[in-house]
C-alpha cells in the first residue's frame, strides 16, 4: 500500500466528480476520485492518499491551504533593475534573485529579435509556470519583456 503524501499541488484539470493535481515538487500526477471544490489553476497544500483497494486514484486526507494562481503579460516593460541584471548576462542566460519579502523575479536575455517568441513561450508554458509559482508560494506570474530582456516575476 502507498503512503500518505503531502505536499504543494497545481489543479491542472477538474470536473464535477474528479481532480487532477500536479505535485508541484516532483512532477507526479494524482488523480483524485472527488472534487472537493477545487478549480483549474489552484494551488493546494494538501495530502492526498491512494483510494482502496486498486490505489489508482487518490483522495484528498487534508486540505491545508488553497490558492488561485494567475499568468498575465504585463504591458509594463522590465524595471529598470531587470535591465540591469539582463545586460550582465550573456545572451540566452537566466538569472534568479529573490523578491523582498516573498517570491522571484527570473531575468533572461534572449537575442533582441527573439524576445516575443520567448515571451509567448513563457505564457504557453502555463503549467510548468504556474507549477513553479506553487512552489515558491506566491499567487500570480506577471510576464514583461523589451527587446532583449525578460521578466518573468513571481509575485504575492
Same mark, same amino acid.
Request: glycine share 6%; aromatic share 2%; hydrophobic share 35%.
Given at each position: ?80 533593475? #531587470?535591465?540591469? $541584471? ?5 545572451? *540566452?542566460?537566466?538569472?534568479? !534573485?529573490? /523578491? &523582498?519579502?516573498? +517570491? ?14 520567448a515571451a509567448g513561450d513563457v505564457l504557453?508554458?502555463? #503549467?510548468?509556470? $504556474? ?5 515558491? *508560494?506566491?499567487?500570480?506570474? !506577471?510576464? /514583461? &519583456?523589451?527587446? +532583449? ?8
Open positions: 500500500m502507498t503512503d500518505e503524501k503531502e505536499g504543494t499541488f497545481l489543479v491542472t484539470h477538474v470536473e464535477e466528480d474528479s481532480a487532477v493535481l500536479k505535485d508541484a515538487e516532483d512532477g507526479q500526477v494524482h488523480t483524485l476520485s472527488s472534487n472537493p471544490g477545487l478549480a483549474v489553476d489552484d494551488a493546494v497544500e494538501a495530502t492526498v492518499a491512494p483510494d482502496p483497494p486498486m490505489e489508482v486514484t487518490y483522495r484528498v486526507i487534508e486540505l491545508e491551504e488553497r490558492r488561485s494562481l494567475s499568468l498575465e503579460r504585463s504591458e509594463e516593460p522590465p524595471t529598470v533593475h #531587470e535591465r540591469e $541584471l539582463a545586460a550582465d548576462l550573456e545572451t *540566452g542566460e537566466l538569472t534568479r !534573485e529573490p /523578491r &523582498a519579502g516573498i +517570491g522571484e523575479i527570473h531575468v533572461l536575455s534572449p537575442p533582441e529579435d527573439a524576445t516575443e517568441e504557453s508554458d502555463r #503549467e510548468g509556470t $504556474l507549477s513553479r509559482a506553487a512552489r515558491l *508560494g506566491v499567487n500570480r506570474v !506577471e510576464v /514583461r &519583456a523589451e527587446p +532583449g530582456v525578460l521578466s518573468v516575476r513571481y509575485l504575492p
